[in-house]
């Protein structure tokens, strides 16, 4: 109409003359908003990259073969190992210190005892190597994964793929308790539907047995278009991903770059950015009326009192990354060096994550949750491979980017969260819609902290396949 | 007409009068408490191990001499040559930290040219000694002027070092202040320094219980100089000697004849400081900056707010987990002088960390950076040395007593350019009421002492002769 008008304008009398163009930027305005809003939608860019050193070759094409890899140790490996466990200096801790003041020394010392006489690598070693690992290179560097099918597939079921991502200070291998869990579910009596999986744990370039990248800006922008590269060269079109920690942010990104390719996200972390003057109000009042706020009960059990657990536990626990953001090459050189001391640093963590109450014990309450040979498994990961450091870069090339850890934008895939009580920092399911659009669950898990899938793999396996069921039904 | 009336009126004028004098009163009062100068008052411990014995203290005061053995040297090599170094990103000079082809340099110096049996020698050139305080021995540095002019007494000048450092920091600027003449400078005053360590520092023995803090070093040293015998001293410091000094002013004003620092450091923040922050630049005058403030301070989200937060990841871990960062770093020796000398290059200058060798060496010598090293090596210091910060820390910032009293002892402040943050004395005389010299340097930076000792002498001498006068 509006065009016609202005065709016909020049024959118009002077109303017109106002009209037309009103007209005209009121369409125009509605064009831009439209187009703005579709720019709300749009999925974050995908960009690329390359971490390989020196120059890259831009002739000829990369390597896109999947190498079977298998984990070995020598005899000299463990006697260095062992050299620099005799050799520890240690330093007495105050009078009753407990865990307050960081690793208690002497349970540290009880545990290296372990280490060097009754911990066996060689032993670990072929536990880790019971799931198949492959490698492969993309982006110019190597990539570690494990990729674990189920064995049986009961008859008409499918199966699905589900993409685990790891954090820090674990690796790949917190998952093995929960792989039999979800490739095979009927032998452990968790027949919760018709769901089984197909696992795939990589690990982030810069840990574990995932080559370092050589380039600095590499981010957890850059992990998920490579994760997304790796699931497509294994020839997955559409899957699952599940995340904690690093993994959360890692699974979330994906999500938000190719939201075609993930069936559901399913988390048992999430990272929102808790700003602007009308959450501050939400809080505030939230101690009092909750509901006002659309806090449930449980909600407000696990944020209130709001400075304490928010403010003063964060600031108590957030040295390290602090530290690694800024200076990560200096704070892993000793670690890089000394095995006690990337024992004290890794294995603290997962004390006073798994619970906050740990630090009052001499011992960390550490054996009370996992056995030693589980913990210093993960330790002796990131000791053979040298990868202390490179993990804690990831600490530096993500926040200097975004030090609000913001999602460049929300995420409309169907969305599972499992929030454990124990865990660092507890976000309702209100905050969480900030970013997640779609939530189709999200559940209140009774027990566990941060390193879920180490701690609880029932209770995390359970709240994947009720989640993924209910997906598959949509 | 009651109203009027005489007997009324001067019933009312009573009454006004009597209010007045307590509205009086009450302003006089107010107004002259905030003057009243409250005192820090002493802290008593007692830091042994296990249950403080009923026999009296010892309190003999031993000679020391720094020792070492042909084990600790092979140890030490063993550990050197073992090392495990991890690439840097590719041009990533030393913004991710020390840059370990750096590193590799210096470890290579260590093995093969440091000479730690030479060392040894150097720092025992000064007379060393420990004693028992509060439980725990205390070590110092104690050097007396060789000559004297008639008529003459050497003024007692108490030196405390902060972290990463020790009492070698002042191991170029003693024979400055002890000597003057001989080096080209007015002995109009002379010292006799003496510079202890912090307990949990070097030599001295670590506190085995909690809570040893700022103030208790304080009172340490304050028994120290009294057991030497001296009833009026100096005092300097920077670092944690800045604070442990402050809190000495605070517990002894009567003994301390002047407090010199080369770090300021403002804890409490009040609003005319954040309107200082915002307007400063526009108006400085209007908040008593001058133009060399300005320059150091601003842009101030850069210059204060981004380059702390930059340079407190060491800080803030180490107030919240010493044990657990400590560790490694007690275990490797290249591990504990990455963590070191990275200070020596960021709070030398700003600018070193765009340098491929962090700029380390243009201000300082190897063999002094790895002295000092060695010193948090042999002595397995470096988590006592961390405890301190949460010690200090862990009941808040700005909450403390000793934060909340003012200094009326005669301060006087060298304000080096490249110290890790600038204060203006506009914001120091909040706290210091009795500023009697506040001097911009022209260059240096935190380690003040090590890298600029005739500078920082200077500056001690002209503070101390103003407050001679006075």
């Not at chain 1, 048992?268 to 009092?288: D, P, T």
Request: proline share 5%; with cysteine.
């Amino acid at each position: 109409n509006t065009i016609l008008c202005f065709l016909r304008s020049f024959e118009c009398s002077q109303k017109n003359a106002v009209l037309v163009p009103v007209a005209a930027l009121g369409v125009g305005g509605m064009l831009v908003y439209w187009l703005r809003s579709r720019h709300k939608i749009e999925t974050m860019e995908m960009g690329n990259g390359w971490w390989g050193s020196g120059e890259r070759r831009l002739k000829g094409k990369e390597d896109e073969s999947i190498r079977p890899f298998k984990i070995v140790t020598s005899d000299k490996e463990i006697e260095d190992l062992h050299r620099r466990l005799d050799q520890a200096r240690y330093t007495p801790h105050v009078e009753g210190a407990a865990f307050h003041y960081g690793f208690n020394s002497s349970y540290l010392q009880k545990v290296v005892a372990y280490w060097r006489n009754q911990f066996d690598w060689h032993k670990q070693v072929e536990v880790l190597n019971k799931y198949p690992h492959f490698h492969t290179t993309i982006e110019g560097i190597d990539i570690h994964f494990i990729h674990v099918k189920p064995s049986y597939v009961p008859h008409g079921r499918a199966v699905q793929p589900l993409l685990m991502v790891h954090g820090w200070p674990g690796s790949f291998y917190e998952f093995y308790k929960i792989i039999p869990l979800l490739t095979e579910p009927a032998r452990h009596n968790l027949n919760e539907g018709d769901v089984v999986f197909e696992v795939i744990c990589p690990s982030i370039p810069g840990y574990g047995f995932s080559e370092a990248p050589h380039q600095p800006g590499f981010d957890s922008v850059a992990t998920a278009r490579i994760f997304h590269k790796l699931m497509n060269r294994l020839g997955f079109k559409e899957y699952y991903l599940q995340g904690g920690d690093w993994g959360s942010r890692v699974t979330t990104n994906m999500a938000q770059m190719l939201p075609q390719s993930v069936r559901g996200l399913h988390l048992n972390v999430v990272f929102v950015n808790k700003q602007g003057f009308g959450r501050l109000i939400s809080i505030m009042l939230g101690a009092y009326v909750p509901w006002l706020v659309g806090l449930s009960r449980e909600d407000a059990r696990r944020i209130y009192p709001f400075m304490q657990k928010n403010v003063y536990d964060i600031l108590r626990e957030s040295g390290y990354l602090h530290l690694q953001a800024t200076k990560p090459d200096t704070a892993g050189c000793g670690l890089n060096d000394s095995p006690v001391g990337l024992a004290a640093y890794i294995l603290e963590k997962f004390s006073t994550w798994t619970d906050k109450s740990f630090l009052n014990k001499d011992d960390g309450g550490l054996e009370s949750k996992y056995s030693l040979d589980e913990l210093l498994t993960n330790v002796m990961i990131y000791w053979v491979t040298s990868s202390i450091v490179s993990s804690m870069r990831y600490y530096k090339e993500n926040f200097s980017k975004d030090p609000n850890l913001n999602a460049h934008s929300s995420v409309h895939v169907p969305t599972g969260i499992a929030a454990f009580p124990q865990e660092i920092l507890h976000t309702p399911r209100t905050w969480a819609k900030d970013v997640y659009k779609n939530i189709i669950t999200y559940t209140y898990m009774p027990r566990g902290g941060h390193f879920a899938a180490f701690e609880e793999p029932k209770l995390l396996a359970q709240d994947i396949m009720q989640f993924v069921r209910k997906v598959e039904q949509l | 007409n009651r109203l009027g009336s005489p007997e009324f009126s001067s019933l009312a004028g009573i009454m006004l009068l009597e209010v007045f004098l307590v509205l009086g009163t009450v302003i006089i009062y107010f107004l002259f408490s905030k003057k009243k100068e409250e005192t820090l008052p002493f802290k008593e411990g007692w830091w042994g191990k296990g249950q403080k014995p009923d026999t009296e203290e010892d309190t003999t005061i031993r000679p020391f001499k720094v020792e070492t053995t042909e084990e600790e040297l092979s140890d030490l090599f063993r550990r050197l040559d073992q090392a495990r170094f991890t690439e840097p990103l590719e041009n990533s000079c030393f913004h991710y930290g020390i840059n370990s082809v750096y590193l590799k340099k210096v470890v290579s110096y260590w093995k093969n040219q440091f000479n730690w049996k030479k060392q040894v020698e150097i720092l025992n050139k000064y007379p060393q000694f420990k004693t028992k305080i509060q439980g725990i021995d205390i070590h110092f540095v104690h050097v007396k002027p060789p000559r004297l002019p008639e008529g003459q007494s050497a003024k007692p000048l108490l030196m405390v070092h902060g972290w990463p450092g020790s009492f070698y920091e002042f191991y170029k600027i003693i024979p400055l202040l002890t000597d003057p003449a001989s080096h080209g400078l007015s002995d109009e005053h002379i010292f006799e320094v003496i510079c202890p360590s912090i307990p949990g520092y070097g030599f001295s023995e670590a506190p085995h219980k909690k809570d040893f803090d700022s103030v208790s070093a304080a009172s340490v040293f304050y028994e120290l100089m009294l057991r030497l015998g001296f009833s009026e001293f100096y005092a300097q410091g920077g670092d944690w000697g800045w604070l442990i000094c402050t809190n000495l002013a605070q517990i002894a004003p009567n003994h301390m004849r002047g407090l010199h620092l080369n770090l300021v450091s403002v804890t409490k923040v009040g609003f005319s400081q954040v309107l200082s922050v915002l307007l400063g630049r526009c108006f400085p005058g209007l908040f008593g900056f001058q133009e060399e403030d300005v320059r150091r301070m601003f842009p101030f989200l850069e210059k204060g707010f981004y380059r702390i937060l930059m340079e407190s990841g060491y800080f803030h871990i180490q107030a919240t987990k010493p044990d657990t960062v400590g560790c490694g770093l007690n275990d490797s020796p290249v591990g504990l002088a990455a963590y070191i000398l990275e200070k020596f290059s960021s709070w030398a200058d700003v600018e070193f960390q765009n340098l491929e060798d962090g700029g380390v060496e243009r201000k300082f010598n190897l063999d002094d950076l790895l002295t000092n090293v060695m010193i948090y090596w042999v002595s397995g210091c470096i988590v006592s040395s961390m405890r301190f910060y949460k010690e200090n820390l862990k009941k808040g910032i700005g909450t403390q007593k000793h934060e909340k009293l003012t200094v009326q002892v005669p301060t006087g402040i060298a304000s080096f350019p490249n110290e890790i943050m600038h204060t203006p004395q506009a914001w120091a005389q909040k706290k210091y009421t009795n500023i009697v010299s506040f001097n911009f340097m022209p260059r240096g930076g935190h380690f003040a002492a090590l890298e600029e000792p005739e500078l920082l002498a200077k500056d001690i001498l002209q503070f101390v002769g103003k407050v001679e006068k006075e």
